[in-house]
């Protein structure tokens, strides 16, 4: 009789309770320094507009911002002008330098981990989840390449996938790849719910944006810094949508020509909220009424 | 001469020794290459793993009906048919319960305690008889009590009793037993809806009790956490400990032999929501709506530290405002003030927002605050049995509940949630198993070794004793077996070593053996091309 009856509203709005993000770059070396720009771009947007770190698993292969070669260093810039700071004052990498394999990332996504492995280093991600997969690196036809020395081809992606979609791992997936011929890098997917695009097709180059001269090298590539823009531009609430996004970057911007696959997916991404995927509205529920507990007189001793 | 049979005899020796060890490379070495670089499985039980969808769930429940009213004695028989008949009708659903119904007259014992408290206090009585034998999982007592004021309804009780005040008409009461038992004690609806969540939660409508609640694990971490953003203001304090021991205790043990619920508790400085709130000019008071709730979470937990532990984790924050931004409120859609004052966070726990009392200015600082124990702990409780799916009871004209407050949590709701975990193990567990048969199908380089197909049996097996329990009625059991069905099962697939080989497409595996295998194989071939032709010239008579 204490329990009043609760309004059954719409509290939930979406069909997922959380977001995670899983953001790649698999280069290493100063040469690559726009990689790790690439990389960092993304994972200071989906951070601004709501992912918490616990739900972002970063891995980088190369630290850019304290390598002896970066003139100013604990930095690392989307452009020549220094405008956005993508290291900003917070980074929280999860996989560093020779961790960044093929191995640990098949086994993120999959979650078969060792039992020691720490809870920020594991996809947590439940079948109310959606993530966001972003890899950059140098790739080539089927293939991204990791480190130099292994590379990641989109058969065993598509089969990670499938394995993820098996084990309820996920609700939607939103798969982002930058790299040359990366539409090869969704080709092979077979799992429902992928929302995919990739920076150029099978066959095209994908190419940086400018050179800085301080650093020497390329800062950011040219499809990750028009989204990067695009972002920019949302805020946490924002009614922005993947329709939107997924025409970020047209040729006469990116030179390439981005692909995106949509067949996997269930909804028109017209009406899919970029939130969705790039950040973390959660549902929450007023709590209207509580259970009624009796004053259990306490002691007087009260601890700080 | 001579030279010519020693040329022919090396050239014999030559071919017998090329189509030697060309035949030993074949029946040795191919055999060998085959097996060594085969991907190493065990042998599982794909047909029983298929077959385990096909066993039909089926639940047992005994439920006893006992009468206190002396006009129904004589009409016993009529009830325990009707009623039977009523609880076995059928229902359609995947799963089916079964009814154990029987029906008696009620004994000395009962009769005495139901005549000392005039059938007034049934919350006592309930306690009472609840004393008189101990207590058994799964089976329910109803008593048919003689209705005071003519009226039908139902009380239910903390301990496995249930009250119905009957007017002696027996069509009005069998039904409302029937419905009682599948809505109210047994609730069959729970059960069919855990089983649909744990197989096919992907369907694009949400369900809400689905997507609020954790799924089962062996334990969960809680965390209270006071926020305090301005400490040189504010002195406050509370006693978590005392709440805990208190309020939350009741829960934890009754859940122990179940889950194991681990709680912390923290205070933190100088941590604040970060997002404005806006200002009510007339009242002078500050509020959020609930749009704006969303955002408040994310910079808090950014500083609430992770727990070593791999159990899911289940924050509770008190958040105390600061002192230009009281008082604080949340308002609902409608602008109306949430008494509670706080919300919850599916999947991840509650927040609280806790307004300091006013004071004069002159006070001087810093203020001492005591944040009390039953306050936050009646939200936090609520929180806590959402977040766990103890579905909360709707109290109606009809039926009444004795609250549980401090127990935390009534017999008849651990059965409810027993049954509903168990369902929803086995059914998650069968799920993970059959996506692992179909997988090892699809991909071809998962490895399975030993331990994993013990695992998978061990699964089987579980799943097989699980559902034979729970037809005969044996709760307990029955969980128990489901909770080792899903450790083992969730094991095998999870297993770091199922992932030993990364994947190789075919025009790789060339480019790895052409340059280890064409060196051998060049003058073997040859060697063996040599002997062939060399046998059949042998053979051919010479005709110079």
Excluded at chain 2, 437 to 455: E, F, W
Aim: charged share 25%; proline share 5%; glycine share 4%.
């Amino acid at each position: 009789m204490y329990y009043l009856q609760e309004k059954i509203g719409e509290f939930f709005k979406s069909g997922h309770t959380n977001n995670w993000a899983v953001l790649v770059d698999t280069s290493r070396f100063w040469f690559n320094y726009r990689h790790v720009a690439n990389v960092l771009s993304i994972y200071r947007s989906v951070k601004r507009l709501g992912i918490p770190d616990s739900h972002i698993i970063l891995m980088v292969a190369d630290d850019m911002a304290c390598n002896p070669r970066n003139p100013r260093p604990a930095t690392v810039f989307n452009n020549v002008n220094q405008h956005i700071n993508v290291y900003g004052d917070d980074v929280e990498v999860d996989y560093r330098g020779y961790e960044v394999t093929v191995e640990n990332f098949i086994r993120v996504l999959t979650g078969r981990l060792p039992p020691s492995t720490p809870r920020s280093k594991r996809l947590l991600s439940d079948e109310r989840s959606n993530i966001l997969v972003y890899m950059t690196g140098h790739g080539g036809d089927g293939f991204l390449k990791f480190q130099d020395a292994e590379e990641v081809s989109n058969v065993e992606l598509a089969d990670a996938f499938e394995q993820m979609w098996q084990k309820r791992r996920y609700h939607e997936l939103f798969f982002m790849v930058d790299t040359c011929q990366a539409q090869s890098m969704f080709q092979k997917f077979y799992s429902p719910n992928i929302l995919a695009v990739a920076s150029s097709h099978v066959g095209e180059d994908s190419l940086s944006h400018h050179v800085d001269p301080a650093l020497g090298v390329y800062v950011i590539d040219r499809y990750t810094f028009y989204a990067l823009e695009f972002l920019e531009k949302a805020k946490p609430g924002s009614k922005k949508t993947m329709g939107k996004f997924l025409k970020v970057c047209p040729k006469h911007q990116c030179i390439s020509t981005v692909a995106v696959r949509t067949d996997l997916f269930n909804r028109n991404p017209d009406q899919v909220l970029l939130t969705d995927f790039f950040g973390s509205v959660r549902n929450v529920e007023i709590l209207s009424h509580s259970v009624l507990l009796p004053n259990i007189t306490s002691k007087s001793s009260h601890c700080r | 001469m001579a030279e010519s049979k020693h040329e022919e005899d090396e050239k014999a020796n030559q071919a017998y020794a090329a189509l030697g060890i060309g035949i030993i490379c074949i029946i040795i070495g191919v055999p060998l290459w085959w097996k060594t670089t085969e991907v190493y499985r065990v042998q599982l039980p794909y047909n029983d793993i298929s077959d385990l969808s096909q066993i039909p769930l089926v639940y047992l429940t005994d439920i006893e009906v006992i009468s206190l009213d002396k006009k129904l004695d004589s009409n016993l028989v009529q009830i325990s048919q009707q009623l039977q008949e009523d609880l076995s009708r059928k229902r359609g659903e995947e799963v089916t319960p079964i009814y154990r119904v029987t029906v008696r007259e009620s004994v000395g014992d009962e009769q005495s305690i139901f005549n000392k408290y005039d059938n007034k206090d049934l919350s006592n009585i309930d306690k009472l008889l609840s004393e008189l034998s101990p207590l058994q999982r799964n089976k329910y007592l109803i008593f048919l009590i003689p209705s005071n004021n003519g009226k039908l309804n139902v009380f239910i009780g903390k301990y496995y009793n249930s009250f119905v005040s009957s007017n002696g008409k027996l069509d009005k009461i069998i039904p409302l037993i029937s419905k009682t038992v599948q809505m109210t004690i047994v609730k069959e609806q729970s059960v069919v809806k855990s089983i649909f969540n744990a197989k096919g939660a992907r369907s694009l409508k949400p369900d809400k009790e689905s997507m609020r609640s954790v799924r089962y694990n062996t334990g969960y971490d809680l965390t209270f956490t006071l926020t305090v953003p301005q400490p040189d203001i504010f002195d406050v304090s509370w006693n978590i400990r005392e709440a805990v021991d208190t309020y939350l205790k009741p829960l934890v043990d009754h859940l122990k032999e179940f889950t194991q619920l681990k709680i912390n508790s923290q205070i933190h400085y100088f941590t604040t929501l970060q997002r404005k709130p806006q200002k009510d000019e007339k009242l002078n008071e500050y509020y959020f709506l609930e749009q704006d709730l969303p955002h408040l979470i994310n910079p808090i937990e950014s500083t609430l530290g992770t727990s070593a532990s791999n159990n899911p984790e289940l924050n509770f924050i008190v958040y105390i405002p600061t002192r230009d931004q009281s008082p604080l409120y949340i308002k609902d859609k409608n602008g109306v003030k949430v008494p509670t004052n706080s919300f919850l966070s599916p999947r991840w726990g509650g927040v609280m927002i806790f307004n300091v009392p006013e004071f004069n200015e002159s006070t001087p600082l810093p203020f001492p605050v005591k944040v009390e124990g039953k306050n936050i702990m009646e939200v936090f409780l609520t929180q806590i049995r959402l977040l766990l799916n103890l579905n909360s009871p709707t109290s109606s004209h009809e039926v009444w509940f004795d609250p549980v407050e401090v127990n935390g949590i009534s017999n008849m709701e651990i059965d409810v949630w027993l049954r509903n975990r168990c369902f929803e193990n086995l059914a998650t567990s069968i799920n993970t198993l059959q996506s692992l048969a179909q997988l090892l199908g699809q991909i071809s380089n998962i490895v399975i070794k030993d331990d994993i197909g013990s695992q998978v049996e061990a699964a089987v097996r579980e799943i097989k004793s699980s559902l034979k329990y729970l037809s005969t009625g044996n709760l307990v059991d029955a969980f128990h077996s489901s909770k080792r069905a899903i450790i083992a099962s969730e094991k095998a697939f999870f297993d770091p070593s199922l992932l030993e080989l990364l994947y190789f497409p075919e025009d790789q595996k060339f480019a790895i053996y052409i340059p280890l295998f064409l060196p051998i194989s060049i003058p073997l071939i040859t060697a063996m091309m040599h002997a062939i032709k060399w046998f059949k010239g042998t053979k051919k008579p010479k005709t110079d």
